[in-house]
């Protein structure tokens, strides 16, 4: 499985709240925290095949060229799924990735998956839990984020299998 994460310049390892009109980029390595995703991925010999990054700043000035190019970008590279986070409990990131998210399902045939957490984010999940597979996570510095992310892995394998996801998210999502 061959997967695109895209992240904001916190999560990314390219710097913090100052840099958030970092432009939209992407590398062809798994950067930041898709690091620990890419981890959890090779026991399925799955891998990321690319990062995508902008600062939240640079998105919100941005919003439909971030979310038109990402999406193009992932098509060109013939990911499988794409993995929007881990956001955490930050707002501003969850509000990127569940847009650009929400993008990418309605104008591709690509497969999403959002990782976000529940705290500050309650407009977000009222608003697109319904039609996006929003996988629990733990706010920054809580517990239990090892096993968020193989829960994450273990729905991309299942909606690239295209494999019936009734029970994935009623444990798991949102």
Known sequence: MKVIVILDQIQSGLGGKEHA?????????AMGSAATIEKALAQSDSTIIGTFYCGTQYYQNNQALVQQKFAKMAEKMKADVVVLGPAYDYHDFAQMACEIGDYI??????????????????????????????????????????????????????????????????????
């Open 21 to 29: 009109d970092t432009p939209l980029g992407g590398k062809k390595i």
């Open 105 to 174: 399902q309605q104008n591709t045939s690509l497969p999403v998956l959002i990782m976000l957490a529940q705290e500050k984010n309650a407009d977000l999940l009222a608003k697109y839990r319904q039609h996006l597979l929003i996988v629990k996570m733990p706010p920054k510095g809580g517990s239990g984020l090892a096993a968020a992310i193989d829960h994450l892995v273990a729905g991309c394998l299942q909606v690239v299998q295209k494999e019936d996801l009734t029970t994935f998210k009623s444990n798991y999502c949102y």
